[in-house]
């Protein structure tokens, strides 16, 4: 397993060895000790999520505030998903880890795409937060047009990031 840290703070990319022969693979998705060892933290997940999609389906931008704020570890099963920092497909099996005080969010690619992601605390609706998908100020290119995006009534209605009072402060150490 192979980590490698981003150029954007405590973002890291995950990539899993996949042994393959004519039987098909075998690849070893999730080891705690190594993913510790390499933060140097902590990190207990406590609940799996998986959705399927279509193409042009944008889930975002989500985060939830302390004391519920989340980390997530992305991977994308099947399918093809822009994810806000990176390129996710089911072929190469890299995973996305996206630390407490990140609004995360995808748009899928292509077809029956199939989106899994741990995190280690529980949904809870009243720190549920979110940022418009489209705020100019982040500058996301989602790939495909405005028109051939399918998102959820809510998604259509967060907020501009300058309109957001509920932010993370940074330097703040949300695992403690």
Not at 39 to 60: A, P, T
Not at 87 to 113: I, S, W, Y
Not at 121 to 127: D, E, G, H, L
Request: hydrophobic share 35%; proline share 4%.
């Amino acid at each position: 397993m192979q980590f490698t840290r981003t150029k954007i703070l405590d973002v890291v990319i995950i990539e899993p060895k996949v042994y393959g022969d004519s039987r098909g693979y075998f690849v070893e998705i999730f080891r705690q000790d190594k993913l510790e060892e390499f933060l140097g933290y902590k990190i207990n997940f406590c609940q799996d999520n998986e959705s399927k999609s279509s193409k042009g389906v944008l889930r975002g931008l989500h985060y939830q505030l302390p004391p519920f704020a989340q980390t997530k570890l992305v991977r994308v099963i099947e399918g093809t998903v822009l994810d806000v920092a990176v390129e996710l497909t089911g072929e190469n099996k890299k995973q996305l880890l996206v630390p407490r005080g990140f609004a995360h969010g995808f748009v899928v690619l292509e077809e029956d795409t199939i989106f899994t992601y741990k995190v280690d605390n529980y949904y809870s609706p009243q720190n549920d937060r979110g940022i418009a998908f489209n705020d100019p100020s982040l500058n996301i290119d989602w790939i495909l047009n405005h028109d051939e995006l399918n998102l959820s009534d809510k998604d259509t209605k967060q907020p501009l990031l300058k309109d957001t009072n509920d932010l993370f402060e940074f330097g703040v150490d949300y695992y403690a």
